[in-house]
């Protein structure tokens, strides 16, 4: 069946510009993750969605960014006013619950350059 | 603050075991260990997750020691295919905010010919 899929697989974008990232979860998937991964970095957790609803974003790194979730499916990822240090890559992920225990299954990323 | 520390790298020749190690020395008890690999340009793939008892799937076994402290992947027999960087979770659920996993800067395996 289809996995996770986000849009675009790359961007790139001038300083100062607004982006907006797209997530497609698994059908059916209730959990929605988002997270970063800066060049040779670990993955960053930035936001947590169960359902619609995302209970903390303090995750996310400053107020530009912000994300939502509409139908319990599609998520976007905003970021306004980019700055050159959100060049990274930003990977969505989707699980059947938030149950334990459970897997969280990948997109291929969207690799965000800031110029 | 970082849940698990893991080696930065590690070489394993092909056709040989690759033993993994990861210290989660502040895991508690509810915590599950997951392991996830991430080949180059790919997002992170599941391997496995245990909670006491050792596990073993078609990819891998895992072994986590009896206080929980400390745990091991294996890869029984590695392939080319099994480079990768390989992080060790610990999940951990918070009650307002929901279930994150920290992602550290896992290992870096390279499997030689």
């Known amino acids: 069946g289809a996995g996770v899929s986000q849009s675009p697989s790359n961007k790139v974008t001038e300083k100062g510009k607004d982006v907006e990232l797209r997530c497609d979860p698994i059908s059916g998937h209730t959990a929605l993750y988002w997270y970063r991964q800066s060049l040779g970095q670990g993955l960053e957790f930035l936001i947590y969605?169960?359902?619609?609803?995302?209970?903390?974003k303090s995750g996310l790194p400053s107020d530009r960014f912000s994300a939502e979730r509409t139908g319990g499916s599609v998520s976007t990822l905003t970021i306004q006013r980019t700055q050159q240090e959100d060049s990274a890559v930003y990977l969505c992920?989707?699980?059947?619950?938030?149950?334990?225990?459970?897997?969280?299954?990948f997109g291929p990323g969207t690799r965000l350059t800031v110029t | 603050d970082a849940k698990t520390t893991q080696p930065t790298s590690m070489d394993c020749a092909e056709g040989r075991a690759a033993n993994l190690p990861c210290n989660h020395s502040t895991i508690s008890g509810n915590e599950y260990v997951y392991w996830y690999r991430q080949i180059h340009s790919q997002g992170p793939q599941y391997i496995i997750h245990g909670l006491k008892n050792n596990e073993t799937n078609e990819m891998a076994s895992l072994i986590i020691t009896e206080d929980r402290k400390s745990s091991t992947l294996i890869l029984p027999h590695a392939t080319l295919r099994d480079t990768a960087v390989y992080y060790c979770i610990v999940r951990v659920a918070y009650r307002n905010t929901g279930n994150q996993f920290y992602f550290g800067t896992g290992t870096s395996l390279t499997v030689i010919p």
């Open positions: 992920a989707s699980s059947e619950a938030d149950g334990e225990p459970y897997e969280q299954y």
């Open positions: 969605f169960q359902g619609n609803s995302a209970p903390d």
